[in-house]
């Protein structure tokens, strides 16, 4: 890579806004350019950097916040400051993310007492069309996952559509019962949303 350059995009608001360019051989292995290494790109800003974040090409963003100055924080999918573990929908949004669920999912349920979590979700699936009665249109697949609480959020513990206890205190003897015990068999989901997508 040549030319590498970082240049302050927009005035200082709130945050900084820097865009990083360069130009590359575009895998010309022959140009020589096979290997990687570290390279820095300096901007300065017109005034101090005070609390605010930094934005890297719109996408990658980093904060003081609990770094050592003058480092900064690379702040992770869920934001520089992640929601904290319990019965939230914030901390809901980060189960679904550790389980990798599609964009556009429904919570169904929630069995949650801050330390376990029983969550139900669906998605929509099919053709794209303007027809909500059509079941073609809204039909929808569905998933149950049971978490435990960690510091750096909820972990899961087993993926099962089963009713009951069983298959989840086969894994973690742990999990308690009253989250579990009344639980029906999961089914596929109707066509009918029943909670606001994530």
Avoid at 74 to 84: E, M, R, V
Avoid at 166 to 179: G, I, M
Wanted: positive net charge.
């Amino acid at each position: 890579m040549r030319k590498l350059k970082a240049v302050l995009t927009d005035p200082m608001t709130d945050l900084v806004r820097v865009q990083v360019t360069f130009t590359s051989p575009s895998g010309d292995r022959g140009s020589g350019c096979t290997e990687e290494r570290t390279a820095t790109a300096r901007v300065r800003l017109p005034e101090s950097l005070g609390d605010r974040d930094v934005i890297v090409d719109n996408f990658t963003r980093f904060t003081a916040d609990g770094a050592r100055p003058p480092a900064l924080r690379l702040c992770g999918k869920l934001g520089c400051t992640p929601p904290a573990t319990g019965c939230t929908a914030a901390s809901y949004d980060q189960a679904l993310m550790a389980v990798g669920a599609p964009e556009h999912t429904y919570r169904d349920s929630e069995k949650c007492d801050g330390r376990w979590l029983v969550l139900d979700f669906s998605w929509r699936t099919g053709p794209a069309c303007d027809d909500p009665t059509d079941p073609a249109c809204a039909s929808r697949l569905g998933d149950r996952w049971y978490f435990r609480a960690k510091k750096s959020g909820w972990e899961p513990i087993i993926r099962s559509s089963t009713g009951g206890c069983r298959d989840v205190e086969r894994v973690e003897p742990a999990f308690p019962t009253s989250l579990c015990v009344s639980l029906a068999p999961r089914e596929q989901p109707s066509a009918r949303p029943s909670a606001s997508p994530r």
